[in-house]
């Protein structure tokens, strides 16, 4: 069981660079309540970070034409 504000919260700090390099700017909103569900934290993790780098591919690309 885990809080899944801990989880966005710890992701974006690890892609903040990543997100810092393309001057990508996300303003994160958490709501107060703790939302706890019963997940890998690992798995969901590394699903959540893919799932950022393939906006960030995608948002890159589009910038460019």
Do not use: A, W
């Not at 990508?24 to 939302?35: F, R, T």
């Not at 798995?43 to 780098?53: E, T």
Request: hydrophobic letters at 40%; aromatic letters at 8%; zero cysteines.
């Amino acid at each position: 069981i885990m809080d899944m504000n801990m989880l966005v919260e710890d992701n974006l700090e690890k892609l903040k660079p990543l997100l810092d390099e393309n001057n990508i700017k996300l303003d994160l909103n958490l709501i107060d309540d703790e939302i706890f569900i019963n997940g890998d934290y690992n798995r969901l993790s590394q699903v959540m970070i893919n799932i950022i780098k393939i906006f960030n591919t995608n948002y890159y690309k589009s910038s460019k034409k």
